[in-house]
């Protein structure tokens, strides 16, 4: 018998995971063929404004599985009208191949949600659902738990473990923005973007204006930080005009002091590795804490802002020795705006008007003794500029 597997997804851009996901499937469920489906509107999120349209995801798909030739993408979905459920592919297929084993592979996530798929029984009628996961901790029992609950009605359950890339293609479209996705592209897909200008590969978006500069930023953004960003730059704002700093570097280095926030360890050190960044001890040993630092290289390469601003954002986590005016506030802002909620935070938010160096001091200690709370090491700078302010008042 002839046995199929079926990967469907947006696809928003097809990368390295996939198609490794793909080839994996094939070997371990030792699949005759595999049938990568990029869907046309997808019944459980929508696309992101800009994104490709179905035939360009599905041509990606196309250029980037051109060396497997038990891989085949299909356009079922693109032909067919209104939203790509599932179950009417799967109806589809089995029409098509009548007398094969259809494996349906999805991830975790998609798998312990199956129950509250368009017609969940239908499909288990009709495919085997192969699950991907990555043996972490926890994760096998979940899928244990729910492999039992869909046995029970009846499904056919298979399990792939799987050497999952750390990379979501929703990470990926801000490594397109950042320009450092080389990596985890298919061969020939990172010149077709290029060629498309898709992914805001073809954008200019050095020295936009705050208005249009907002809504880019916030889309880089993880949702939940996005209120903590505008707060910030608001913040940062007050006290550039309280302490006569410029106004607008303040509001620039405010918004877009998260930009790389969302990017985690990992791809923190693609960054930094991708725009040739030598890192020190404490950056390769803490990958996690480099956001100011990728933050500060993205705000110069691809925002075009000013030395001052730059220097703002690399510092605002740790701090310096001797740091500018504007360092000093987007540190403080950074620490004390609305969202933030800790014991101090008020004491340092009436400082931060009346002293700004206290304020700044004050919130240096708290962060190293929030550390040594943790037992987790102090960056050497915030040593250094907690030393250099108290030699100097």
């Known amino acids: 018998m002839m046995k199929i597997g079926i990967y469907g997804g ?70 067919r009208a209104g939203i790509s459920y599932t179950y009417l592919t799967v109806e589809s297929l089995h029409e098509q191949y009548p007398n094969a084993k259809l494996i349906l592979l999805m991830g975790t996530d998609m798998f312990l949600s ?17 699950v991907f996961y990555r043996g972490e901790k926890g994760e096998k029992e979940k899928i244990l738990a729910q492999r039992a609950v869909l046995e029970a009605r009846g499904a056919k359950v298979e399990l792939v473990e799987n050497e999952i890339l750390p990379i979501s293609s929703t990470q990926l479209r801000r490594l397109l923005a950042f320009g450092c996705a080389g990596e985890f592209l298919p061969a020939g897909v990172g010149g ?22 907002e809504p880019i930023v916030i889309r880089l953004l993880n949702p939940n930080r996005v209120a903590h960003v505008l707060g910030c730059r608001d913040t940062a704002v007050k006290l550039a005009r309280r302490w006569g700093a410029d106004e607008t570097d303040a509001a620039r280095a405010g918004i877009l002091h998260d930009i790389t926030k969302a990017l985690d360890g990992p791809l923190q050190l693609t960054l930094c590795r991708e725009y040739g960044t030598i890192l020190d001890e404490f950056g390769c040993k803490y990958p996690k804490t480099l956001h100011a630092l990728t933050g500060s290289l993205v705000a110069e390469r691809i925002f075009g802002e000013n030395e001052a601003v730059v220097s703002a954002i690399c510092y605002h986590t740790t701090g310096k020795a001797d740091m500018s005016l504007l360092e000093k506030i987007i540190y403080v802002a950074d620490y004390m705006e609305p969202c933030r909620s800790f014991p101090g935070v008020e004491k340092l938010r009436e400082l931060a008007f009346s002293d700004i160096d206290g304020a700044l001091k004050l919130g240096l200690e708290l962060t190293l003794e929030h550390l040594k709370n943790l037992g987790d090491e102090v960056s050497p700078a915030s040593r250094q500029a907690l030393e250099f302010i108290n030699q100097h008042s």
């Not at 199956?114 to 192969?130: D, K, S, V, Y």
């Not at 077709?192 to 500069?213: H, R, V």
Request: aromatic fraction near 6%; charge should be negative; charged fraction near 25%.
């Open 10 to 79: 947006t696809f928003n851009p097809p990368h390295t995971g996939h198609i490794q996901a793909a080839r994996q499937a094939i070997q371990i469920l030792k699949l005759d063929k595999l049938l990568l489906i990029p869907d046309r509107i997808a019944p459980h999120k929508d696309l992101p404004s800009g994104s490709p349209n179905p035939e360009q995801r599905l041509e990606m798909l196309r250029i980037g599985t051109q060396a497997d030739p038990q891989i085949e993408v299909s356009d079922i979905e693109l032909k």
């Open 114 to 130: 199956f129950l509250n798929w368009r017609e969940p029984q239908r499909i288990m009628e009709l495919a085997t659902i192969g």
């Open 192 to 213: 077709y973007i290029e060629k498309n200008a898709l992914y805001d590969t073809g954008a200019d978006w050095k020295q936009l204006p705050m208005e249009q500069l």
